[in-house]
């Protein structure tokens, strides 16, 4: 079986890359992305999926397709041209060219928009309020209707906050939920920026790669968008339990309102779809922070 | 004041340059269109909209843009991926191209899919089930994001089923709606593929037209797309009124089933966002008949 994968050097590319190593050796993995920072056994395509030579390599042997490669939300939002080359045009582009095969989509709970009101469930009604958002909430219904066609199998996953991200956290606004580990374990003094009651929802990068895993590998197709499981976590929660791992770790909070409201301030989150098919979130803060560290 | 009308030579484009004509003189009009049927005062630009040096000439010197072009409904359905580049590229370009300024886009009410379930009314959720619907429906998200950036001004319409479009509608699956009054004018035997319980939300080109020029002339911006006003008319109303009207018309009934699902069972229509906008459907079934027939 040929796989590919885009954004392949990225950081949950890296992680689905050791999950296929590790459980499934025998697959033929092509990995597609504009830089790559360390050698492998896999092949490498070095290239920008906007062009149209480079997306034809992409796709022209694999059985299946993960496209992990973004423009984070900060990014988008500065650039919603560029955004709307990357994160929308090159997946539509995807769906055409991957026609009768399976492609799975890395979608965003960032459709959701900030602080939805009620608890969010499956049959939640995106409304994205963000350039990010949009262009991911574009995609999803791009790929429901080529569902609809019978033209695509697979699925769009809608991906919590991942962590521990490197650290830097290029674009990313939510970049303090992946900090905030690395200053626990290197015992540097770090201000989180929202107040111990903000909530998000998280999910280490292991939990994610088995995820992105088991729908690249599926036989199941889901026209809507599959929203992952999370956990939602409270930022008190995650400072308590890394500073008893850590205890040289010295965080405080300081709260700023915007990153509250966008990043901290998840409600409820039921994901009856995820959960029937087997993907799962993090059993629990003790093990997302093991988890998180493992690989960060 | 300088306006572009994109499928200036189309029915609705036409009728939009009559009214601009009787209502507004002075407005300096560029009509851009693939061909032109027939010679006016305004200027022509012809050319394809895909085509990047046409989609600036259309955009360069304008104040306010007015789009209609598009490719129809059961011609999106045949090809999705011309689909893609008219019906969704295009606007998607037009929104960055006339930034800072107005930009009226054409949606449709086929962004609800075939038979919406209860009353549609401004807060409904859109669950396209075509190429045609999605592509508009992804159209209306990307200029909501673009209204919220403060980056565009004016607002997407979604045009109702629009009477009588010229005999043979090419591309619109719907063409039975205008063709029965063309027969019944002519007196030619026409079977409706419909029972007379079906209803569609029409509207006729002469009101469609004047809803469109109130939206590119005026001085409000709705991010969110409005569902224009039309009849909720029932077929057998509507064949009732044309055989009062023309005593020699032969129109009998024939079900189709999917015509009837997808363009004969539309429930109640409330438009309160565009009501109180000034924004106005044709008063009763009467009046629709003879706008239509007036323009036909």
Redesign the interface.
């Known amino acids: 079986m040929r796989l590919t994968i885009t954004g392949g050097d990225g950081f949950v590319g890296r992680a689905v890359v050791r999950r296929l190593r590790d459980t499934h050796a025998a697959v033929e993995l092509l990995l597609v992305d504009r830089t790559f920072s360390e050698a492998g056994p896999e092949r490498r395509l070095i290239g920008d999926l906007r062009d149209p030579a480079v997306l034809a390599d992409a796709t022209r042997d694999c059985d299946a397709l993960l496209h992990l490669a973004a423009l984070p939300g900060a990014a988008a939002e500065g650039s919603?041209?560029e955004s709307?080359a990357i994160n929308?045009?090159v997946p539509?582009k995807l769906i055409?060219a991957m026609q009768g095969r399976r492609l799975v989509l890395a979608g965003s709970i960032a459709v959701f928009g900030a602080a939805p009101a009620g608890p969010v469930e499956d049959d939640t009604?995106p409304t994205?309020?963000?350039?990010y958002g949009?262009h991911k909430?574009?995609v999803e219904?791009?790929f429901?209707?080529?569902v609809?066609?019978g033209?695509i199998q697979g699925a769009v996953l809608r991906l919590p906050g991942i962590v521990a991200r490197p650290a830097g956290g290029g674009g990313f606004g939510s970049a303090f939920l992946s900090d905030v580990f690395h200053a626990a374990c290197a015992g540097v003094p770090y201000v989180v920026p929202v107040a111990p009651e903000a909530t998000s929802w998280l999910c280490s990068v292991t939990a994610c790669a088995a995820n992105c895993v088991a729908a690249l590998l599926g036989d199941w197709t889901w026209g809507e968008a599959i929203t992952l499981p999370a956990l939602r976590v409270a930022m008190g929660d995650l400072v308590a339990t890394l500073t008893t791992r850590f205890p040289q770790a010295c965080i405080t909070h300081d709260e700023d309102a915007i990153l509250r409201r966008v990043f901290g301030s998840y409600p409820r989150l039921m994901t009856q779809r995820a959960d029937a098919l087997g993907l799962r979130a993090d059993p629990d803060i003790s093990r997302l922070v093991s988890a998180a560290l493992a690989t960060g």
């Open positions: 919603p041209v709307r929308l045009d539509l055409e009604v994205p309020d963000s350039v949009t909430r574009m219904i791009a429901a209707d080529a609809r066609r033209a």
